[in-house]
């Protein structure tokens, strides 16, 4: 995933688009699956990028 999302652990945060985090999943009883990498961008690149905000947080309404 590092590769893929050209993530650095090296680098100071400003020097990668992402951020690496780990974070708990759970499934939709609520039940606790796993902890994985996820990938947040600072609300600067995001700005800096265009990104715009989902409200909902799902991708296939837009």
Do not use: A
Not at 25 to 53: A, C, R
């Amino acid at each position: 995933m590092d590769r893929l999302e050209d993530y650095h652990p090296e680098c100071h945060q400003t020097g990668n688009d992402y951020q690496r985090q780990k974070i708990d999943t759970f499934g939709l009883n609520g039940e606790y699956l796993w902890t994985v990498w996820s990938y947040l961008m600072l609300p600067e690149k995001v700005n800096l990028f265009g990104g715009k905000l989902l409200p909902s947080g799902f991708w296939t309404n837009h």
